[in-house]
């Protein structure tokens, strides 16, 4: 290889991997927003929405797949104009009404913005696919520059996430040609885990009614601190400053 080859060689091998950063460290930010807001809900509600979530970040190849389906030129402009889901965050829950607040506190943050919202839990797929889909764009402050990078967002709960994992496997394991009666059960599966997340949603609530009545008659559970797994009891001189604001 001539030395001029090897010199651009070099430039293309640092553009694409800048460009492949810009992603990687968006999905970063976006994994550890919602980390604190796991970690808040837990100590301030004694809760936690959020069950898991997973990230993915498409291969070259695969970006290079999806350009030649669309008939994109590959420029990192293009690309960056057309492909979309390059970076992907899936966040599991446990209830319906996690979702949307979920979403409603990561679209209130002034660094996010909100491109696009697909709500396919209130108009579901014909299939019986569900789940909430944000366009979101963040910005990522390189060495020399700022970026704004857009990150996709699935929220969806436990038993959604287990009926699409399902359908991918019966869709790849049939190349796309899926029998018609299969069909016809994912749809049916679809329908009753759209009623088993509704049923248990309305056992959570029946639950934490409960509990927040128990909590009304425990003083020292009101009065106790609980912060990275470290016990504090709120001082009396903190405690009587309730007294003192409303006076």
């Not at 909100?114 to 797929?125: A, G, H, Q, R």
């Not at 390189?142 to 704004?148: I, L, T, V």
């Not at 008659?217 to 009587?240: C, G, H, M, S």
Request: charged share 35%.
């Amino acid at each position: 290889m001539a030395p001029y080859q090897r010199e651009r060689l070099k430039r293309f091998k640092n553009e694409i991997t800048r460009f492949m950063m810009m992603y990687k460290f968006a999905l970063s930010e976006m994994e550890t927003k919602v980390e604190i807001l796991k970690e808040e809900f837990q100590l301030l509600h004694d809760y936690n929405p959020i069950e898991h979530t997973t990230s993915r970040l498409k291969s070259p190849e695969g970006i290079l797949k999806k350009i030649h389906r669309k008939d994109i030129d590959i420029t990192f402009s293009d690309i960056r104009n057309n492909v979309k889901d390059i970076a992907g965050l899936r966040i599991t829950c446990s209830f319906i009404s996690d979702i949307y607040r979920i979403s409603d506190m990561l679209q209130q943050q002034r660094d996010v913005t909100v491109l696009e919202v697909k709500d396919y839990i209130e108009d579901p797929k014909p299939n019986g696919y569900q789940s909430l889909h944000l366009l979101i764009e963040v910005p990522v402050f390189m060495s020399d520059r700022e970026e704004q990078v857009i990150v996709e967002i699935q929220i969806r709960t436990i038993a959604m996430d287990f009926w699409a994992s399902l359908e991918h496997k019966i869709y790849y394991k049939y190349n796309a040609s899926v029998p018609s009666h299969l069909l016809q059960e994912l749809k049916e599966a679809a329908d009753s885990a759209t009623a088993l997340d509704k049923k248990m949603e309305r056992i959570h609530n029946e639950v934490e009614g409960v509990k927040e009545e128990r909590l009304e008659n425990l003083e020292e559970e009101v009065t106790r601190l609980d912060i990275n797994d470290q016990r504090f009891q709120i001082p009396a001189a903190l405690l009587e400053l309730i007294d003192s604001d409303e006076e």
